[in-house]
């Protein structure tokens, strides 16, 4: 039979195998220095206002210098309310809490459908390892997966979203993945956007686009200048081109650019084309 060992961490007493204890390293093995361990039996707690039972056989992690739960895996399904939105997330799975015990991040026991400001949508079931739910610290929505095709309004327009979605802390799409090839007018040009198998297209929060990739190659309008762009994409809020992958040679002033170049555009006060640069990508 394993080695097991009884730990009070906060005012809970743990009883953990006793060779799977990670203490926090150059501290001594004090109880309040445990960050996690594997438990060796069921044990029921309350976080905050969330009864979760803890799964024994698996690990379970610690905020130790509060004394309070970081994760763990539920024995049984687990209810949790978010901004008075009840939530249920799978057993077995990894559930993810904030320092001051709200759920930060899980895996949906079912699809569930929510309301939100502006919107319904409805989020997957979490299967797959990355199918997580997650949530800020006091219970918006971070980003999740979505259940089949949601339509949900973007930017005065509404824009069928499928897989990831992302919204800002006021609940406001800042990222998905298109359902389908689209059309959008960012500013003077007008853009058809990959269908988002791979690739999604972000949102600032008041809606304006501010990156995409492309279906095809664009022949946009720079502050004045016609340049021939494809691939990747990115706007200011007022909708001008500040970066993009060229997909012919262009000319600015003195200097030449190449096709396979990706340039940084910059403008005057009245939106004229004043500057290009080669962006350089940063060293790993």
Known sequence: MKATQKATIGDITFLFYSDSIKYMPGYGKKDNLIYGAILAENIAITIKDTRVTFREGTEIAFYHTIGKVAYGSPDTDVTATLRTRKFTFRSGMRLTFSE??????????????????????????GVEERETISFTDDGAFRQGFLAGVNELPVGGRTVRFMNFIAFSGAEQV??????????????????????GDYHGVSFYESGAVSGAYLAAVAEVDCGGVRAKIEYNVLFSEKGSITRALLAEELSFGDEQYSASDTVEFSYDAAGKLKNITRFKHPQR
Do not use: C, H, P
Request: no cysteine; hydrophobic share 40%; glycine share 8%.
């Open 174 to 195: 800042t990222q998905g993945m298109l359902a389908a090839e689209e059309r959008f007018t960012v500013g003077v040009n007008t853009f058809t956007f990959i269908k």
């Open 100 to 125: 001051s015990g709200t759920v930060r991040e899980g895996y949906l026991a079912a699809d569930t459908k929510i309301k939100m400001k502006q919107m319904s949508v409805t989020f997957r079931r």
